[in-house]
């Protein structure tokens, strides 16, 4: 193959791979939205992936430390060669008198994981609580239709009120992003 027509192969894989990559982060990006919300609905985001196809499998998603797991589920979906996988779980933390209602919902897909984390950021509009080369949280309380930050410091306060949500974008490596949302609520 001529030097000249390689390139240019080359350059037409790249344009025809960038959009595919960017929609993979735009669908896992939707799942999450569509399933999880900003406050991580248990039976919601399993009705809604039911309805939307998703297929049930085995829970085999680590769960949290010190959280009694009181339900969980996996769902799935195959779109083309790539799949992504949805787990959501509820339970409870703390101790008798402090109980704290705990809920998890996490869509994991291949996608680039820094256009998941735009999209998760301009979706939530605040600044991230933390920031790095591979994860980015934000740490936010629901209010009304939008979401308020909440500053270090400001957790129990937000645990009393609408909850305490810290929805993490992180870089699985081999091009997975996981979204993943931790909503607490005393």
Known sequence: MHFKTFSLAVLALAAMSGPAF????????????????????YQGALDKADAAGWKTLP???????????????????????????????????????????????TVTAKADFSAVAKLAGSWLAIA??????SAVAFHYTPNGAAV??????????????????IMS???KGNGLAMIDLVALKR
């Not at 960017?22 to 609905?41: I, K, L, N, V």
């Not at 991230?128 to 080369?133: D, E, K």
């Not at 645990?159 to 949500?165: T, V």
């Open 22 to 41: 960017a929609g993979a982060a735009e669908d896992a990006f939707t799942s999450f939205h569509d399933f999880c919300g900003a406050q991580g609905d």
């Open 59 to 105: 829970f085999t998603s680590d769960t949290m430390a010190g959280v009694t797991i009181t339900d969980k589920a996996t769902r799935n979906k195959v779109a083309g060669a790539e799949a992504m996988a949805l787990s959501v779980t509820r339970g409870t933390a703390g101790k008798p008198g402090d109980v704290i209602k705990v809920a998890t919902c």
């Open 128 to 133: 991230p609580a933390t920031s790095s080369s």
């Open 148 to 165: 308020s930050a909440v500053a270090a410091g400001g957790q129990n306060a937000a645990l009393a009120g609408g909850g305490y949500m």
């Open 169 to 171: 974008v992180v870089d």
